[in-house]
């Protein structure tokens, strides 16, 4: 089916450790993104990309970075993690910024994936 | 202050007792109201988007509308499978069109 895929579902880190979360969409969306969704908190966006090579910050960039080399993927790195990166991590994507302004679908959203840093 | 405001935070319903859920915002310049719902451990689901005051889009047993600073989620005859968490976005001209999110409701509906 198509959507939006994220690997892996759950991860224990210790602190200091790096890793990367794994993004994949199939539906030729321009547009990708990645949130942490903490309790009493909302969604709030770490990093975005409107298209293949082009990155930004969002909200709460600090101690993750991103790259995007095709389309298809934006993976999620933690340079050295710490238990405030606790958190659930939602990436989403959608056709581009305007296909969203008119409303299509809004962003696809991935399952997420439930990280803990001890 | 948060930019977008959503209440309660928390709602428990009898099956088939009406009711709704608020968003407000105070950005300008909205390009976009968007709802979403939320089923634990599980990503955000598209509903509905929102453009312009009086605007109204229906779903089912759900029904947004729009005025200049808020957003009404009316749930008419809950059923016990609309238990969920809503969540809110303004997406607005001074925000680089990127949607911020409210903090969301949580919807419990008891058979």
């Known amino acids: 089916n198509a959507g939006v895929t994220q690997t892996p579902k759950f991860q224990v880190l210790k602190t200091g450790q790096s890793m990367t979360l794994q993004c994949a969409q199939d539906?030729?969306?321009?547009?990708m993104s990645w949130y942490r969704q903490d309790p009493g908190m909302g969604l709030r966006l770490i990093h975005y990309?409107?298209?293949?090579?082009?990155?930004d910050q969002g909200e709460v960039p600090n101690g993750y970075n991103v790259s995007r080399s095709t389309t298809e993927d934006f993976p999620l790195r933690l340079l050295s993690a710490a238990p405030s990166q606790t958190s659930v991590y939602f990436c989403a994507s959608s056709y581009s910024q305007s296909e969203t302004y008119r409303g299509r679908k809004g962003y696809t959203f991935g399952s997420g994936t439930r990280l803990t840093v001890v | 202050e948060d930019q977008v405001t959503q209440s309660p935070e928390a709602l428990r319903l009898q099956e088939g007792e009406s009711s709704s859920l608020n968003c407000s915002y105070t950005v300008s310049g909205l390009r976009g109201l968007f709802w979403y719902r939320q089923d634990p451990g599980k990503g955000p689901e598209f509903l509905f988007t929102l453009y312009s005051a009086g605007e109204e889009k229906e779903k089912e047993r759900l029904k947004a509308t729009l005025t200049k600073k808020e957003s009404f989620l009316h749930i008419t005859a809950p059923k016990p499978e609309d238990s969920a968490t809503y969540l809110c976005a303004v997406r607005w001209s001074g925000g680089s069109y990127i949607p911020t999110f409210g903090r969301g409701t949580s919807l419990i509906v008891h058979p």
């Open positions: 990309s409107v298209g293949a090579g082009i990155t």
């Open positions: 539906m030729n969306h321009e547009y």
